[in-house]
């Protein structure tokens, strides 16, 4: 059983404030009856919640945003190395979840996990271009000659030819980059430095398409996701607001996470 309000909340854009106007107003329903108390529970499984003409779907699958810290691996299993599900907590680990995308041992931030394997497959789908972002920290300056190579489809070593891709300094600290993605190849954004003549010493992955890791996650931290950021993640969104929103972030991106 679950409060009306967090339920509400968790799977819109409103706030428990606006939830609570809302159910004032007459706005919201439980099975067909109008309802108007916040702390009412429900039943997600079995009841229909309408809220402002909308029906909120029960998500049967489980998805969890990972703030990654380094030492972990992508995978669900392995012989050596603590993997990043070991992170999630009992209540939120189901046993079919699996990392939706890689990040490597030693990289830190955001990864999605999920046990629906249709939104993996829609997430990793080479034809949603879901773009990931990057910020990193390099061993030489950055340089804004970056930005047209990594926008001409960069050659990286093996004779690999990367899509276009968004790069941008960060005007707090020349040795860092952010960096924006349509693909996923082995080590992308470190050999992509590496062919532009410079190194990632510490990469932390900020953003899966439009939706930001929380600022208030600890490394090794999790929360659960629902269906409003859900599509968040696979909506559209601006290289340049992103940018300015990294900008804000920076400070505490780089200490909690000792980037
Ligand atoms: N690119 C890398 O080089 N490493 C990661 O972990 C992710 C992207």
């Known amino acids: 059983m679950e409060r009306i309000d967090k339920f509400i909340s968790d799977r819109t ?19 067909g009856q109008t309802v108007q108390d916040s702390s009412l529970k429900i039943n997600p499984e079995t009841d229909s919640v309408n809220a402002g003409g909308r029906t909120l779907v029960y998500r049967k699958n489980t998805c969890v945003m990972l703030n990654k810290p380094d030492g972990y691996v992508c995978s669900t299993r392995d012989g050596r190395s603590e993997t ?11 046993k079919d979840m699996f990392p939706a995308g890689r990040l490597d041992k030693d990289s830190k931030g955001f990864v999605f996990l999920t046990d629906d394997g249709d939104l993996a497959h829609r997430m990793l789908s080479p034809k949603k271009h879901l773009t990931k972002c990057y910020l990193v920290r390099l061993e030489n300056e950055y340089d804004e ?44 954004v470190k050999r992509m430095f590496q062919a532009a003549g410079n190194k990632v010493l510490s990469l932390f992955r900020v953003q899966i398409g439009g939706l930001v ?18 599509e968040k993640m696979l909506s559209q969104f601006d290289f340049s607001d992103a940018r300015k929103s990294v900008e804000i972030c920076f400070w505490s991106y780089l200490i909690n996470n000792k980037l």
Do not use: W
């Open 13 to 31: 854009p409103m706030s428990r404030k606006d939830v609570k106007l809302l159910l004032k107003q007459g706005g919201i329903t439980v099975n």
């Open 84 to 94: 990043v599900l070991s992170l999630v907590p009992e209540e939120l680990r189901t």
């Open 145 to 188: 000659r970056y930005e047209e190579l990594f926008a001409s489809g960069l050659e990286i070593d093996g004779g690999e030819i990367c899509l276009p891709a968004k790069v941008c300094g960060i005007s707090h600290d020349r040795h860092f980059a952010f960096v924006g993605l349509d693909e996923g190849k082995y080590h992308q």
């Open 213 to 230: 890791i929380d600022g208030n996650l600890a490394p090794g931290e999790c929360l659960e996701v629902f269906n409003n950021d859900i």
